[in-house]
């Protein structure tokens, strides 16, 4: 039977996303800033940070990354991937990108996410904002703002719920007994 523990509820979550924004916006030039969500949940968490980011006048473009299809373990993650698509409504090059995420595990989504951007431009910097940092990383990629780090073994995962797509917000660690180690 699958073990599910709430590690973040969400009251915790809505001061992280403030602390994210406030570190956001002490360290990166708001002027020249976008901001990419990674579907699905880093979507959210990137307009949540661009309502809290942008002020009367500044207005900071958001724009959406699919990166199913830039996936390397693409054969394993699904027999038929659903592809929602990507849009980023504004030009890259030149812009320093704020690349969004919920959790990063291994480092496969975002090193499918760097690959993906390089098909829209080139801009002038990138930096990594997850909400969840864990353990376990296959690539060399570190977050440069995180909310939490939440320890996970192996077998076990890391669940982020958002109210925009499931009715609430909570993070969630789950153990499941054939995944096990």
Do not use: C, W
């Amino acid at each position: 039977m699958e073990k599910k523990i709430e590690v973040i509820g969400e009251a915790e979550i809505g001061k992280l996303i403030n602390q994210l924004s406030e570190s956001v916006s002490r360290t990166l030039n708001l002027e020249n800033l976008a901001i990419l969500g990674i579907r699905r949940r880093g979507v959210e968490l990137a307009l949540r940070l661009q309502k809290r980011l942008e002020k009367p006048g500044r207005k900071i473009p958001l724009g959406i990354l699919d990166i199913t299809l830039y996936r390397d373990d693409l054969s394993s993650v699904d027999v038929q991937p659903l592809v929602r698509g990507t849009s980023i409504p504004f030009d890259l090059t030149g812009r320093d990108i704020l690349l969004v995420d919920d959790v990063l595990y291994t480092g496969r989504t975002i090193r499918a996410a760097l690959t993906q951007l390089v098909d829209f431009g080139r801009p002038r910097s990138v930096k990594l904002l997850t909400l969840i940092d864990r353990d376990h990383r296959e690539l060399p990629i570190q977050p440069d703002f995180t909310g939490r780090f939440v320890e996970a073994a192996a077998g076990e995962f890391i669940e982020v719920r958002l109210r925009e797509v499931d009715g609430e917000d909570k993070v969630l660690l789950i153990t499941r007994p054939d995944r096990a180690s």
